[in-house]
T-cell receptor, first 115, second 116 residues
C-alpha cells in the first residue's frame, strides 16, 4: 500500500537557523513527490516537486529537497529560517495507478519560527 | 494565468441546512479534485473528476454530499443536510492532465464552512 509519513507533527526553530522537515514514503510504483506549504487561512502553494529527474530539487523561497530512493525519503530543508516560513507543510506523493493519478498526503508538519 | 477560483470563501450555516460550493479550475485543466480539510489535519480527498467523469469518489459521504462537473469545466460540491462534523475547509484543486504523475496540482484558497 502507498503511504506518506511526515515524521514530525511540529518543528520549532529560531530565525536564521536551518530547517529540516522529514518525509518518508512507501510506494510500489515510481512516484512523483511534492512539498506544499499552507499559510494560515490560505490554500496550498507548491514549494517544489520531484519527477524522476535530478534528485536534488530546488524550490521557491530557498527551500530544497533531496529524493533518496534507498531511504524512501524526501526531506525538505532550508539553510536559514525566516519568520515568514512559519506555516503548515505537506509532503504529497503522486502516482499513476489504476488508470488515473492518485494523491496521497502526509499529515502535515507545523513549522514555528522564533525570533 | 488565473488560478483556481472558489466561492464562497466563508459560510456559516446551522446543522441540517444545505450549502453549495463552487470551483472554477485553471483553464484547460482536465482533472479536478475536491478535498475536505478539518482543522489540524491534512486534506482528505472527497471526489476526483477527469473532465466530466468521476474517477474516485470512494471517500465521499454520498448520503449527504454530492458533486458534479457537468460540462467538464467548473464544479459544484453540495452538502445536504449539514452536520457539525462537516465544519472544515473545502479545497478545490486542478491539474492539467490525468496522464503522468508529475504535473503540478494547483489549489484554490478554499471555502471555509462552519456548521453551528
Amino acid at each position: 500500500a502507498q503511504s506518506v509519513t511526515q515524521l514530525d507533527s511540529h518543528v520549532s526553530v529560531s530565525e536564521g537557523t536551518p530547517v529540516l522537515l522529514r518525509c518518508n514514503y512507501s510506494s510500489s510504483y515510481s512516484p512523483s513527490l511534492f512539498w506544499y506549504v499552507q499559510h494560515p487561512n490560505k490554500g496550498l502553494q507548491l514549494l517544489l516537486k520531484y519527477t524522476s529527474a535530478a534528485t536534488l530539487v530546488k524550490g521557491i523561497n530557498g527551500f530544497e529537497a533531496e529524493f533518496k530512493k534507498s531511504e524512501t525519503s524526501f526531506h525538505l530543508t532550508k539553510p536559514s529560517a525566516h519568520m515568514s516560513d512559519a506555516a503548515e507543510y505537506f509532503c504529497v506523493v503522486s502516482l499513476f495507478s489504476g488508470g488515473y493519478n492518485k494523491l496521497i498526503f502526509g499529515a502535515g508538519t507545523r513549522l514555528a519560527v522564533h525570533p | 494565468e488565473a488560478g483556481v477560483a472558489q466561492s464562497p470563501r466563508y459560510k456559516i450555516i446551522e446543522k441540517r441546512q444545505s450549502v453549495a460550493f463552487w470551483c472554477n479550475p485553471i483553464s484547460g485543466h482536465a482533472t479536478l479534485y475536491w478535498y475536505q480539510q478539518i482543522l489540524g489535519q491534512g486534506p482528505k480527498l472527497l471526489i476526483q473528476f477527469q473532465n466530466n467523469g468521476v474517477v474516485d469518489d470512494s471517500q465521499l459521504p454520498k448520503d449527504r454530499f454530492s458533486a458534479e462537473r457537468l460540462k467538464g469545466v467548473d464544479s459544484t460540491l453540495k452538502i445536504q443536510p449539514a452536520k457539525l462534523e462537516d465544519s472544515a475547509v473545502y479545497l478545490c484543486a486542478s491539474r492539467p492532465t490525468n496522464v503522468g504523475s508529475g504535473n503540478t496540482i494547483y489549489f484554490g484558497e478554499g471555502s471555509w464552512l462552519t456548521v453551528v
